[in-house]
């Protein structure tokens, strides 16, 4: 099973630059989300959805904009990487419109991008 | 604001012995608490989950208390591996279907 994938792994980008974090679940998982991870801050939520169509603004949202056209994908676009956008990136994907509330959250590898 | 504290933030200890992590939590309200194994590199994984009713769960050399009354949980590692070094996170969720991190504690095992 291939559960979440991410892509890319690694990437850098130059400050204004803008590129777009894949990510993918074949769990049939209504719930998705994305977070950042920075060193001793934890996992912040980026942006969230309940469902296809649906998309709601997690705890640090500016400089992100997210899509959900299918159950499958839930991409993250950064509209113009700033080099506070230096972090690593995790998808994670739950059981149920509830998402983290009730459900387990199954995590892609992760995303890390450095912006110059 | 629903915080959840975790500590220590770091700990080594040598391999074979036991070591115990904590989470204070003032999340509310409640649903359920979930700690995660964070190896390096790689994404969170789910090593167990505890509801209102459970006090103490086991998953291998794992063992996670809940003591709801005063919203601590803690999770007991027996006989550590090197494989056990990795950092843990606990995640509590609300009954609208919020989640609340915490930092993380890193556990290094050495030989």
């Known amino acids: 099973n291939a559960g979440v994938t991410q892509t890319p792994k690694f990437q850098v980008l130059k400050t204004g630059q803008s590129m777009t974090l894949q990510c993918a679940q074949d769990m049939n998982h209504e719930y998705m989300s994305w977070y950042r991870q920075d060193p001793g801050m934890g996992l912040r939520l980026i942006h969230y959805s309940v469902g296809a169509g649906i998309t709601d603004q997690g705890e640090v949202p500016n400089g992100y904009n997210v899509s959900r056209s299918t159950t499958e994908d839930f991409p993250l676009r950064l509209l113009s990487a700033a080099p506070s956008q230096t972090s690593v990136y995790f998808c994670?994907?739950?059981?149920?419109?509830?998402?983290?509330?009730?459900?387990?959250?199954?995590f892609g590898e992760g995303s890390r991008l450095t912006v110059l | 604001k629903n915080q959840v504290e975790q500590s220590p933030q770091s700990l080594i200890i040598l391999e074979g012995k036991n070591c115990t992590l904590q989470c204070n939590y003032t999340v509310s309200p409640f649903s359920n608490l979930r700690w995660y194994k964070q190896d390096t590199g790689r994404g969170p994984v789910s090593l167990t989950i505890m509801t209102f009713s459970e006090n103490t769960k086991s998953n291998g050399r794992y063992t996670a208390t809940l003591d709801a009354d005063t919203k601590q949980s803690s999770l007991h590692i027996t006989a550590s591996q090197l494989s056990d070094s990795a950092s843990y996170i606990c995640?509590?969720?609300?009954?609208?279907?919020?989640?609340?991190f915490g930092d993380g504690t890193t556990l290094t095992v050495k030989p």
């Open positions: 995640v509590v969720n609300t009954n609208a279907g919020k989640s609340t």
């Open positions: 994670a994907s739950s059981r149920g419109t509830s998402g983290g509330g009730t459900g387990e959250l199954f």
